[in-house]
T-cell receptor, first 116, second 114 residues
Framework: AQSVTQLGSHVSVSEGALVLLRCNYS??????LFWYVQYPNQGLQLLLK??????LVKGINGFEAEFKKSETSFHLTKPSAHMSDAAEYFCAVSEGSGTSYGKLTFGQGTILTVHP | KAGVTQTPRYLIKTRGQQVTLSCSPISGHRSVSWYQQTPGQGLQFLFE???????NKGNFPGRFSGRQFSNSRSEMNVSTLELGDSALYLC?????????????FGAGTRLSVL
């Protein structure tokens, strides 16, 4: 069975500071990993995905994430926070098996607040 | 290319009623997945359809059902509504529902059950 744990339900940073959102996963097979962002009253937007190519994945809006198998982690970072980054972020996992068609398992989400 | 479209955006129903939600995927996408999002349980997978067939299902009661049409549009139905069914229902599409493809979400339908 697959699962995702996001450490910290709320993260607060100052504008211009480093953003670090933590995600650890559990999967019985090599996973595919994703980060999504959700703005109020909107759906989820795909930020980036890991599909076993490069371990450092670059996404949209300056975000990137590094897959570390030994730590079962896929933390999301951005060097310099912008006010527009304030939103809720979700880490998700999908297992590369036939039983996982169309199924993403999500973490509980991390609300990012950016202070001026 | 148009994104995933969900209608309606908001619904208010009373207990015991039934409701149907609609989802139009991105053009060319044949897989449609449905999720329920609540403050308490977070995002939970309901089911996935591909080529008009349900291929995967989450742990929800039989009151939750869906279908997919030949043009890949999908509908989700909830019968005998309960207060706990109040949630944001999200639809996502992908080319073929494969694990590494990533899914693209609509804005959701917010259902309130009174």
């Amino acid at each position: 069975a697959q699962s995702v744990t996001q450490l910290g339900s709320h993260v607060s940073v100052s504008e211009g500071a480093l953003v670090l959102l933590r995600c650890n996963y559990s999967s019985s097979v090599p996973p595919y990993l994703f980060w999504y962002v959700q703005y109020p009253n909107q759906g989820l937007q795909l930020l980036l995905k890991y599909t076993s190519a490069a371990t450092l994945v670059k996404g949209i809006n300056g975000f990137e994430a590094e897959f570390k198998k030994s730590e079962t982690s896929f933390h999301l970072t951005k060097p310099s926070a912008h006010m527009s980054d304030a939103a809720e972020y979700f880490c998700a996992v999908s297992e590369g098996s036939g039983t996982s068609y169309g199924k993403l398992t999500f973490g509980q989400g991390t609300i990012l607040t950016v202070h001026p | 290319k148009a994104g995933v479209t969900q209608t309606p955006r908001y619904l208010i129903k009373t207990r015991g009623q039934q409701v149907t939600l609609s989802c139009s995927p991105i053009s060319g996408h044949r897989s449609v997945s449905w999720y329920q999002q609540t403050p308490g349980q977070g995002l939970q997978f309901l089911f996935e359809y591909f080529s008009e067939t349900q291929r995967n299902k989450g742990n929800f009661p039989g009151r939750f059902s869906g279908r997919q049409f030949s043009n890949s549009r999908s509908e989700m139905n909830v019968s005998t509504l309960e207060l706990g069914d109040s949630a944001l229902y999200l639809c996502a599409s992908s080319l073929a529902g494969l694990a590494g493809a990533g899914q693209y979400f609509g804005a959701g339908t917010r259902l309130s059950v009174l």
